[in-house]
């Protein structure tokens, strides 16, 4: 059968230190990434250029959309770099893998075998562990930010109340829970898509894999709008304050 | 009762996941039914909502390729 992998391949060594092509991938990304924000602010206001217009347009549909959930012109302004960067990483990612010829097609020689040298980022737990961890540690560091130390602790250790004292140790699982969902739901589409689109490769190689592949651009544009959108939401739930009556309110 | 347990993994796992996306875009159209002018809103929310419920069915998925992929 195939040779389908859980773990990712290690194609390079650097100074002793094995690099996976997973790894690769995503360098590349964020290079491809780096030149197109770097061309984007060399260029002038008023641009006439389609793709400096489009990315001008995207990144100020996203404010819009933080705007509405956030409410607050100056909290969005603050986190529009994590969460814009967030999305367009893993949408880059996930479509970069979809080009056809360009993944699939460079291999490498190693000692335990034949194999494609670049690989979608996001088929590796490694990747989108590191994401997670960075997502929830972003929403500490707001929330941090937002309350001040004392009430940042407060929402985890209340001893007013013994309800609420449960409530806070239930927030503490809360956030390790979160770090093991993000993780899993990216790197579960796209693995298994990734697998489907081999296994269908090999029973039918001719035309039938187009819907599949249609299927597989649509997954990856909405994972990566849920992985936006989903660290957008816990980062304003937690920079809401309770006053003393207990409403919640925006700061 | 089964010889391939990664087959029956996904079957029962993604019952519960199915019923509860499928409540969730009825609860989402009787709200944007009843007033057409807070759709957008519901549409953010029903999605986030999506996407928690399809998140269980991608752990028996895990699950279910572990199972079958590592010896």
Do not use: W
């Amino acid at each position: 059968m195939i040779n389908i992998g859980l773990q990712p391949e290690y194609v390079l060594s650097i100074l002793g230190i094995s690099l996976t092509n997973t790894f690769l991938t995503s360098v590349l990304v964020t290079a491809l990434l780096g030149v197109l924000g770097i061309v984007f602010y060399f260029k002038k206001q008023n641009c006439k250029n389609i793709l400096i217009s489009g990315i001008r347009i995207l990144v100020f549909e996203l404010l819009k959309l933080i705007d509405a959930v956030t409410h607050d012109r100056k909290l969005s302004k603050k986190i529009l770099p994590v969460v814009a960067t967030f999305f367009l990483f893993i949408v880059t990612a996930n479509l970069l893998a979809l080009v056809p010829g360009f993944l699939g097609s460079f291999f490498i020689d190693t000692p335990a075998g034949k194999f494609s040298v670049l690989r979608s980022p996001n088929s590796d737990l490694t990747t989108t562990a590191a994401l997670a961890l960075f997502s929830v540690l972003a929403t500490q560091f707001f929330s941090l930010r937002v309350l001040g130390i004392k009430k940042y602790i407060g929402r985890f250790l209340n001893f007013t109340n013994p309800v609420k004292f449960i409530l806070g140790f239930f927030e503490m699982i809360s956030e390790g829970v979160k770090v093991l969902s993000f993780s899993f739901r990216l790197f579960g589409n796209i693995f298994a898509g990734e697998v489907l689109l081999l296994i269908i490769a090999f029973l039918v190689p001719y035309i039938i894999p187009l819907p599949f592949m249609i299927l597989e651009v649509f997954v990856g544009i909405i994972q990566a709008f849920i992985f936006a959108v989903l660290t957008l939401t816990f980062i304003k739930t937690s920079t809401m304050r309770h006053i003393r009556s207990g409403r919640k309110v925006d700061i | 009762m089964t010889q391939d347990p990664s087959a029956f993994t996904m079957g029962i796992g993604t019952i519960g996941p199915a019923l509860a996306i499928g409540m969730i875009g009825a609860a989402a159209l009787i709200g944007m039914a009843r007033n057409p002018e807070n759709s957008e809103k519901i549409q953010v929310a029903m999605i986030i909502a999506i996407a928690f419920a399809e998140a269980i069915a991608i752990y028996a998925l895990v699950v279910a390729l572990i199972l079958k992929f590592v010896s």
